[in-house]
Structure formats: C-alpha cells, structure tokens
Nanobody
Framework: QVQLVESGGGLVQAGGSLRLSCAAS????????MGWFRQAPGKEREFVAA????????YYADSVKGRFTISRDNAKNTVYLQMNTLRPEDTAVYYC??????????????????WGQGTQVTVSS
C-alpha cells in the first residue's frame, strides 16, 4: 500500500514563497512519475506540476510556469514543490500523487493512482 504525506502548506502573503514536500512509502518511489495538483473551493482539482521518475523531465501548468519548481530526491523518497511569487489565486489544497504507470498522462487526474491527503496553501492579498 502506497502512502503519500504532504507537508509545508500554510498562510503566506502575496509575493511570498512556500515549499511543499511529499514523502512516499510503499512502492518503489524511483520507478514512478510524481505530480502535484490543487483544488480551490468550488473548483475542480487541477494539474499544477509533474516530474518523471528520474527528475530529468518536468511539466507545468501555464498558470505556474516560471514561479513554481518541482523536484524529487529519490534517495529520500520525496517530491518537492517550490512555490515563489505566490498569488491569491494560488490558494487551494495541494495534493501530491503518484502516477499509475509509466505511460499514463502527466497532466490528467486518471494518470495517477495514489494520492496524498492534501495540504492547505492560503495566499493573502
């Protein structure tokens, strides 16, 4: 059974930064791509960023390109999301997820099989 535990969320002012972490256990971490999604109140869960198994390829939603950076440390079974220049519209619950298999989509929810419980990020204006 895979467990994904997010941490690092909180309250920050617009323009500030946060780093989210997601610690994984239960399946060979280094074999699977990882992603971050977010869900704001009243909205659907949306793709934020993803990274392939090695960390050599990354993918971003247009809304966060240039501000957010995803990375992973396979020795620590952890994926990170560095969020800079935060905006009020970034306010959401952020979820990390592990891909279903190597060929599944990086951008779509069905491409992921395991999900964390989420961590709240609130950006005040």
């Amino acid at each position: 059974q895979v467990q994904l535990v997010e941490s690092g969320g909180g309250l920050v002012q617009a323009g500030g930064s946060l780093r989210l972490s997601c610690a994984a256990s239960g399946r060979t971490f280094s074999s699977y791509g990882m992603g971050w999604f977010r869900q704001a109140p009243g909205k659907e869960r949306e793709f934020v960023a993803a990274v392939n198994w090695s960390g050599g390829s990354t993918y971003y939603a247009d809304s966060v390109k240039g501000r957010f950076t995803i990375s992973r440390d396979n020795a620590k079974n952890t994926v990170y999301l560095q969020m800079n220049t935060l905006r009020p519209e970034d306010t959401a619950v952020y979820y990390c997820a592990q891909k279903r298999y190597s060929g599944s989509s990086y951008y779509a929810l069905p491409g992921y099989y395991y999900w964390g419980q989420g961590t709240q990020v609130t950006v005040s204006s």
